[in-house]
DNA sequence: CCAAGACATTGATGCTCGTCTATCTCTCTG
DNA sequence: CAGAGAGATAGACGAGCATCAATGTCTTGG
C-alpha cells in the first residue's frame, strides 16, 4: 500500500501540519505527493478510493452532528447515553451511526465499565480538511 | 435562512479565509457563529443539513477526481471532452456527476460554442475544508 | 446468581444512488 | 438546411443506505 494521503493516528506526525498549508513544501520530483490537496494535481484513482469513504461516512446530517457532539466535548470524548438522548432517533440508528464513523476511521471507542465513550480523530478530520480546502497553487 | 456556514460564491469575501484558521476571531456574544468549525461548539441540525450535501456530492472516487482534475487544470476549468477521456465510464456517467457537483455548489457551468468548461468554486473547498479540519480550540 | 441497564447486532423495509443504453437538444460546418 | 458531433436527459436496474423493532451481549448491584 502507498503512503496513505489521510493521516488516521494521532501518534503519526502530520506531514502536512494545520497551518502549514500555504507553505507546503514544493513537490519532490519521482516522490509521492503526501497529502496533496484536491486542488494540486490530479487525485490518482486509488488515492480517490481512499479518501472517499472517509467522506461518505461524513456525508450525513446526524453523522455530522455526532462528530461535531463528540470533536467538541469537554474533554473530547463523549458517551453514548449522552449521543443518544441528543437526537429524536432510535439508539440502535445512533449506534449504527457511530458504528460508520468509527469504521471509517473518524472515531476511537473506548468502554468503560457500563458505560462507551467516543472520541474524535482530530488528526483524520485535519488530514482531510486540508485535502479538500488548500487552495491552487 | 441563517446565515450560511459554506461561501459558496467567490465574489463573496470569506469570513474565515484560508491560513486564517488559527486565529479564528473569538466568538462575539449573541452572534452567530460564521463558519464555526466541526470541533467548535456543535452544529445545529439545520447546519448539518446545509453542509451535509456538499460533503455527499464529494463523497464519490468519480467525482473526486472530477473535482480534482477540474480544480488543479491549467486556467482553474476544464472541458468535458477531456474529462470524459479520463475516466473509463460512459459519457452520460460523466455528465451525471458534473452535474451532482454543479447542483451542490461545487462547480460553475460555462458553455462556449459546442463545449462546456466547468470551473471549480475554490471558496466553497475552502469553506469546506476549514470547517471540517480545523483543530479544537 | 439474577435482574436491570447500556450498548450492539440482526433482519426487514423503503428510499437513494451509480451506472448503463437510448434518445434528445444544441451548435457549428458545408 | 442537413448532417455531425458535444453534451444533457430519460428510464431502467441492481446495489447500498437510513431507519426501526426485536433481540443479543456485557457489566454492575443486590
Redesign the interface.
Known sequence: MSKSLIVLDDQTSLCCA??A??QLPSQQAGQPVCCAP??????T?SQ??E???L??A?????R??L???V??HPG?EACVCDLNEAFDLSQPTISHHLKVLKDAGLLDRDKRGVWVYYR?R?QA????????????L
Open positions: 494545520p497551518g498549508q500555504l484536491l486542488s494540486r494535481g490530479q487525485l484513482a480517490a478510493e479518501v472517499a469513504p467522506l461518505k461524513l456525508a450525513d446530517p446526524v455530522l452532528r462528530m461535531s457532539l470533536a467538541s473530547g474524535a482530530t478530520l485535519a488530514s482531510l480538511g486540508l485535502l479538500i480546502g488548500s487552495p491552487p
